[in-house]
């Protein structure tokens, strides 16, 4: 019996169906939640919600860098993630099976860059880890794209690199701002959704018109944009929060 497609993302269903099932049958009655501070008057601005204050960070110069870089971010990773089969079988002349195990090797290396890089980001720095992923992600992509089948590896190991990206630039805005950060990472992530729809969307366009090689080089665009967004954040001094980044 062999698998098509649709037998592939069926078995996907399973872990549909079982981890919400896990979730609303898990015991919550052992929780206690934290009792506020007594001597702390109830209603002060740190614990409530404030519309107007979330519109106003939210909607603040700083903000807008971080939604281009994040934005960035997730169109290189879904616009490599989408087009990657695609492009080694047309462009390298790989079978599709063999193409999708390059697929699978750019979530493994996504997987393993999250899992080491968490151990680095505090020493490093948040700005400095993200420029240093972004730029060895542009590496790779660059050498896989524009160098010999015996590069064509370093595609799936820009994974390696940009992993760390998200997760970072999640941790700097949750160190700046703590009031509404629930909306905050809300905002933060509807960038993250709008780039990576666009990330894919352009690829596919500039391929169809100009030729897939140039499809997945736009990637190396959104990298460049992104790495002006860092820059501009790393130089910003618009306002002073307690906890700046580094």
Avoid at 15 to 41: H, M, N, R, W
Avoid at 91 to 114: E, K, P, Q
Avoid at 143 to 172: C, E, M, N
Wanted: proline content about 4%; aromatic content about 12%.
């Amino acid at each position: 019996w062999e698998f098509s497609w649709q037998d592939i993302y069926g078995c996907s269903l399973g872990l549909v169906v079982i981890l919400p099932t896990i979730f609303c049958l898990s015991q919550l009655s052992g929780y206690t939640p934290s009792q506020p501070d007594s001597k702390a008057p109830s209603g002060t601005a740190a614990s409530r919600w404030s519309w107007q204050e979330t519109l106003r960070i939210g909607f603040s110069p700083r903000m807008g860098w971080y939604y281009v870089l994040l934005a960035s971010y997730v169109a290189v990773e879904l616009g490599l993630a989408a087009w990657l089969v695609e492009y080694l079988h047309q462009n390298r002349n790989m079978t599709v099976a063999h193409a999708s195990l390059y697929l699978s090797g750019f979530f493994v290396m996504l997987m393993l860059g999250r899992l080491l890089g968490s151990f680095a980001v505090e020493r490093i720095g948040y700005f400095r880890m993200v420029g240093l992923a972004l730029g060895g992600g542009s590496l790779c992509i660059a050498a896989g794209l524009f160098g010999s089948d015996r590069w064509i590896g370093a595609l799936p190991l820009s994974g390696l690199f940009l992993s760390i990206v998200f997760p970072t630039v999640t941790a700097s805005v949750s160190k700046l701002y703590q009031q509404n950060i629930g909306s905050l990472l809300g905002l933060l992530f509807t960038a993250a959704g709008i780039g990576g729809a666009l990330g894919s969307w352009s690829v596919g366009v500039i391929g169809n018109s100009q030729g897939l090689q140039a499809g997945m080089a736009v990637t190396l665009a959104y990298c460049l944009l992104g790495l002006l967004a860092l820059y501009v954040l790393s130089r910003w001094r618009g306002d002073s929060p307690a906890a700046e980044p580094v």
